[in-house]
């Protein structure tokens, strides 16, 4: 007798999908949008589990120890590209124990400032960094991620000394961005544009080949 194989649905339970950072970061809401998404598409419930911390390595040790069944996702984010070169020692290997499945968004990165820095612009933002070298301080999603290292980058081009100041993602970071404690920060454009609207956050520029890349968010 010739056998019958069927393939079984998926999903038959709840799926985790494993974000490396904090709530209400960009990675958070992208992920829970897209759950939410999937949630409705098949039936099943997509939970977001967010586990900062590690740059992002806590996440993903994670997520490679689950089991490879499919019940188990990761939300990529560039950090996790970063710290495959970053850090001389990982518990996994990104390229062989992860596989990709889908791409899901470009996201632009936007070079915001505390209004009370006296800039409207990115070289009138250089000319007060060097004529107070040292006094201005710098926030960051995290050691080694793409927020600080957008920052280090510009540090370097412009020749400036900015005291960078990292956070346990992007919430916390903004709050004192916000209240004055930080001067200007590296983050990704829905993480700041309702603050930017508002005029609590002054944008200089983005990280895109023109603004109109920006204008889908």
């Known amino acids: 007798m010739a056998r019958v194989a069927r393939a079984q649905a998926y999903p038959m339970r709840p799926v985790r999908i494993i974000v490396g950072f904090g709530a209400d970061g960009t ?8 759950g939410q998404w ?9 939970i977001i589990e967010n586990r900062p911390g590690g ?16 019940y188990t996702l990761l939300n990529l984010t560039t950090t996790n590209a970063i ?14 124990d992860i596989a990709p499945v889908a791409s899901m968004v470009h996201v632009p990165v936007v070079m915001v400032i505390n209004p009370s820095v006296p800039a409207k612009t990115v070289s009138e933002f250089i000319t007060y960094a060097k004529a107070n070298p040292g006094k ?17 980058l510009f540090k370097m081009m412009a020749g400036v000394s900015i005291l960078h100041v990292p956070y346990r993602g992007s919430p916390p970071a903004q709050a004192d961005l916000l209240s004055g404690q930080v001067q200007v920060m590296f983050d990704t454009l829905p ?8 005029g609590s956050l002054v944008a200089l520029a983005v990280d895109t080949p023109t603004a109109e890349h920006a204008d889908h968010w």
């Open 27 to 34: 990675a958070d809401i992208v992920a829970r949008m897209m």
């Open 191 to 198: 993480a700041v544009i309702e603050h930017i609207k508002s």
């Open 136 to 152: 201005l301080n710098m926030a960051s999603t995290g050691n080694g991620n793409l927020s600080h290292l957008s920052g280090e």
């Open 38 to 46: 999937l949630s409705e598409r098949l039936g099943q419930q997509f």
């Open 55 to 70: 740059g992002t390595n806590l996440a993903t040790e994670a997520a490679v120890r689950a089991q490879p069944d499919g």
């Open 83 to 96: 710290n495959a070169t970053l850090y001389e020692t990982l518990k996994y290997d990104l390229t062989r």
